[in-house]
């Protein structure tokens, strides 16, 4: 049942999708297809599905395991921010080389970079006691920062006009296509990859069997000697790895550079996904492609429709909503007063 | 002697927006809800106070506005924590995404319009003061409201039977419930003051500290604000100072970065969140203090059982 109130909320925000196309005085009809259905008319759509869902469905899988011990990373852009960093800076260090570790080398130091920022909230609330939901927000401001003065100074091209960018990464360090004709690449494989690994974690380990009693009965939990600062710290350095390999696989796959804005919020819009697919790895998987589906929309309404693309942001987050209110009707049957004393007699 | 006069006057601006947030914010939790949608408030009272600026010309009007795009959120939030009992967590993020969202979209077409600030209103005679009569006494009305804001907020926790219900609340619900008291209509009326409040916030980024729309100005201050109300430890008096320390962290490397100092204009940009982690973590290190004062209930549902 629990798979339900995801799909009512699916109808439930498109409803309120027509009405508002309606009020911004769109043609719901049109707008609606532009939205979701024109982007999966061709082949190199799909791809592009693909390579939207990759970073959310990494991350999401990611949160919803520390969602689930109760831990909440909330900086998974800023984590996202650091992998690209790391990441991004072996492949500027190689940029002349053509050798086939300089791939590698990147993927470990993006999530190594992710892990560092992680591990930040991390130590702050295991030693200081210091609210991870804060914390790992403000360091997402500082990680944005923080690229935008390595693009706009050390990292920047020098032959690149002053632009803030930084050169184009090498081929050696650029992800393969997996699917040709689009932009497919092997990002994709890391993400199902990680949905199945996360999968049999969850329901066949040691430390998955611990993750779901420390959110669930967290004094069962601490009788039984789990230990909560433990769960913290992996929580998050597992979400920091991901969202630094979400971020790499950002800058070393679409991108091919770095920029100073390397992500459109896919650490915040995760969350959602992670929520909306249950907190479950392949209810992740789902959510994450319908997610990409949405900032697909969101591009083809704009392009199309002359719609601005913060819709996008909107439906997210009235999905969101509709979700956590379907979940109390899930949950909980609707009882009248009359049916109530009817019972009693 | 000028310079340092215009600096802290840009302080007390910079500071408003996070004293109303955080005041509000600080109410709310004192009634046991935790409302992370500061930052999506925030940005809907921004573009709605803007919005009426625009279009009608009124500054009261403009204001109104804010504070009651703020509300309407916060009225959403409370429907789903109180009316759903949804996660306080996951609905505040919620609200704060669909903020950052909505206002975008409604703000489009108010992008790059200019608009000249609320007026100063000096205070008669008070005003003439050297110094100190520029200071204090020359400000625009919303400055003056958010000292009367706290000085309001710190009467009612501390001094008013309202006030003690409130703390009830956020203390121990289920107490406050047995001997009577409507748990879920307190909490809700808790969580649209720090809408109006967030909203508040809002419209004075837009009418008076940068008088502009652009998309996400806030830039993190709702969460900020957050963090404030654990610095002060839930004490309004407290959270002024705290605002006041934030607002002048902020000028400060503004002022750094306009003197040219051989440091980035980015890492300047980092001192107000690096300061709000140190803060967060100086005044969290100490459990026994956060005990003493959070709400025994913030982050809770309440299921009523009669």
């Not at chain 1, 130590?123 to 790992?136: D, G, K, M, V, Y």
């Not at chain 1, 650490?267 to 900032?295: D, K």
């Not at chain 1, 956590?324 to 009817?342: A, E, F, N, P």
């Not at chain 2, 008096?237 to 490397?253: C, D, E, K, P, S």
Request: charged residues 10%; neutral net charge.
């Amino acid at each position: 049942m629990v798979f339900v109130s995801p799909l009512i909320a699916l109808v439930l925000t498109l409803l309120a999708g027509v009405v508002l196309f309606s009020v911004m005085g769109v043609n719901p009809q049109a707008a609606l297809y532009a939205f979701f259905i024109e982007p999966l008319t061709s082949k190199y759509g799909w791809g592009e599905l693909g390579v939207k869902a990759t970073p959310l469905i990494l991350i999401g899988v990611a949160l919803s395991i520390g969602f689930r011990s109760g831990v909440w990373n909330i900086g998974a852009e800023g984590q996202l921010t650091l992998g690209a960093i790391c990441g991004g800076g072996i492949a500027l260090l190689f940029y002349d080389t053509e050798a086939f570790f300089v791939l590698p080398l990147m993927v470990v130091c993006g999530i190594l970079g992710g892990m560092l920022w992680a591990a930040i909230p991390a130590w702050l609330r295991t030693s200081f006691n210091a609210n991870e939901i804060l914390t790992s927000l403000m360091l997402t401001y500082v990680a944005t920062l923080l690229l935008s003065l390595l693009v706009h100074g050390p990292w920047r091209d020098p032959d690149g006009f002053n632009f803030p960018e930084s050169r184009i990464f090498s081929d050696s360090a650029t992800l393969p296509i997996i699917l040709s004709g689009t932009r497919l690449h092997m990002g994709w494989v890391f993400a199902l990859a990680f949905v199945a690994a996360a999968w049999v974690m969850l329901a066949r380990t040691i430390i998955g069997f611990q993750v779901k009693v420390v959110g669930e009965a967290p004094a069962a939990a601490r009788y039984a000697g789990f230990s909560v600062n433990k769960m913290i710290w992996f929580s998050l350095l597992l979400g920091g790895g991901a969202a630094g390999l979400a971020g790499l696989v950002e800058v070393s796959g679409p991108i091919g550079q770095l920029l100073p804005t390397v992500s459109p919020g896919y650490g915040f819009t995760a969350i959602i996904v992670a929520f909306v697919g249950r907190l479950h790895p392949v209810g992740v998987l789902f959510a994450g492609l319908l997610m990409a589906l949405s900032y697909l929309g969101g591009e083809s309404a704009q392009i199309s429709m002359n719609l601005p693309l913060a819709v996008t942001g909107v439906f997210q987050g009235l999905l969101l909503f509709f979700l956590l209110g379907c979940d109390v009707l899930i949950q909980y049957r609707v009882v009248t007063r009359t049916l109530i004393s009817k019972r009693a007699h | 002697m000028d310079i340092i006069i215009a600096s802290l006057l840009t302080i007390i601006t910079a500071a408003t927006p996070l004293l109303y947030a955080s005041i509000g914010e600080m109410i709310t939790e004192k009634s046991g809800v935790l409302n992370l949608g500061v930052e999506g408030m925030m940005l809907m009272g921004a573009v709605c106070g803007f919005a009426v600026i625009h279009f009608t010309g009124s500054e009261t009007l403009a204001i109104l506005a804010g504070l009651s795009a703020g509300m309407g959120m916060a009225a959403i939030f409370a429907m789903l924590v109180l009316g759903f009992q949804s996660s306080q967590v996951a609905t505040g993020l919620a609200l704060t995404i669909f903020g950052i969202g909505l206002s975008a979209l409604l703000g489009q077409d108010l992008v790059g319009i200019a608009y000249d600030g609320l007026p100063k209103i000096a205070i008669p005679f008070l005003s003439d003061i050297p110094v100190a009569g520029l200071l204090l006494f020359h400000h625009d009305v919303m400055v003056y409201g958010s000292v009367i804001i706290v000085i309001l907020s710190a009467w009612f926790l501390n001094k008013t039977r309202a006030g003690l219900i409130l703390r009830a609340v956020g203390n121990s619900h289920d107490a406050a419930h047995a001997i009577g008291y409507p748990v879920i209509r307190i909490r809700f009326m808790a969580i649209l003051f720090g809408g109006a409040m967030s909203g508040l916030a809002g419209a004075y980024l837009s009418l008076a500290y940068s008088p502009l729309w652009i998309e996400n100005m806030s830039a993190g201050r709702g969460w900020i604000a957050l963090a404030l109300v654990v610095f002060a430890t839930w004490r309004p008096w407290r959270v002024m100072a705290g605002a006041y320390l934030f607002g002048g962290i902020t000028i400060l490397q503004l002022h750094l970065q306009a003197q040219g100092v051989g440091v980035p204009a980015q890492v300047m940009s980092m001192l107000p969140y690096l300061a709000t982690i140190l803060v967060l973590v100086l005044i969290s290190r100490n459990q026994s203090k956060i005990k003493l004062n959070a709400p025994a209930c913030i982050g809770k549902p309440f299921q009523p059982t009669s």
